[in-house]
């Protein structure tokens, strides 16, 4: 069983959450979890092609280092790892839903209508490092279709890097292309609603600013590799200034692809009086 349904199965009776708090089921839950995080990072920062034996040892090194994270910050209890220690949901989307008033157009001299304007930013996150981008007005149920490697142009769906520290920042960067390319770089924070659940992201910060087509030309690595570095009002465009957004910081709320449908997110703004995402 995945953790979420061990979880459950502890709800049963009393001999069953005994069973459920078994090491070995948590051991190999936090195992598969964040030993593939220990593999990526040191295969994206390495120049080398590594044979099997290496593999094996950077494999071994991985274990190693939970092993020894275990011990030291979690008294040796692989379950309350999986709980305390922050992790990337990889089985839905992260959805940030954000409204804002908009002036309409005037129908009479005394009168001037206004229209609520709703939008959503869709956040798909791989173990891997890399993750897929998304504003749209569509609603959750049919943004989830297209939010996958093979989308196609139309559906306006963008790849980025990513990489969570221990103390459960994000931080992002995306670039859009087109007549002048424009980087998005965010900084978020996971949290949840309760243990374990790492369902909710806090928006701490997206910027905006311009990229120098030529620093692109023969660049194959991280976008977060070419941003390192960078001051937070720094930009290699003059046309595209440097901008820190105010707007669109909603939190984002993880929605699991088989909710997708039934999530009250798909509800029309008229039925949704009053929802705070946080």
């Not at 003059?238 to 901008?243: K, M, Q, R, S, Y």
Request: hydrophobic share 40%.
């Amino acid at each position: 069983m995945n953790p979420y349904t061990l979880g459950r199965a502890a709800c049963v009776c009393r001999k069953w959450k005994y069973t459920a708090r078994n090491p070995t089921l948590w051991r190999a839950a936090c195992l598969k979890t964040w030993q593939v995080s220990v593999l990526i990072f040191v295969t994206q920062f390495s120049c080398y092609i590594f044979s099997s034996i290496q593999f094996y040892i950077m494999k071994r090194t991985g274990m190693e280092a939970n092993y020894m994270m275990v011990r030291s910050l979690y008294d040796s209890s692989w379950r309350r790892m999986w709980l305390q220690r922050p992790r990337i949901r990889i089985d839905g989307l992260y959805v940030s839903r954000n409204t804002y008033i908009h002036t309409g157009v005037t129908e009479w001299q005394f009168k001037k209508t206004v229209n609520v304007v709703c939008y959503y930013r869709y956040l798909r996150l791989f173990p891997s490092g890399k993750f897929l981008y998304k504003i749209s007005p569509d609603k959750v149920k049919d943004a989830v279709k297209c939010m996958h490697f093979r989308a196609s142009k139309a559906d306006c769906v963008f790849k980025g890097d990513y990489i969570l520290s221990e103390d459960g920042q994000i931080e992002m960067a995306l670039l859009y292309p087109g007549h002048r390319y424009t980087l998005v770089r965010m900084r978020l924070r996971l949290r949840g609603t309760t243990v374990g659940a790492n369902n909710r992201l806090d928006v701490l910060k997206i910027l905006t600013t311009g990229v120098n087509a030529t620093e692109l030309k023969n660049w194959t690595g991280s976008i977060l590799e070419l941003v390192e570095g960078w001051e937070e009002d720094e930009t290699h465009d003059p046309d595209v200034p440097a901008v820190s957004h105010s707007r669109g910081l909603s939190p984002f709320v993880f929605v699991p692809f088989e909710e997708a449908d039934t999530s009250v997110l798909n509800l029309p703004v008229e039925k949704m009086d009053y929802y705070v995402p946080g």
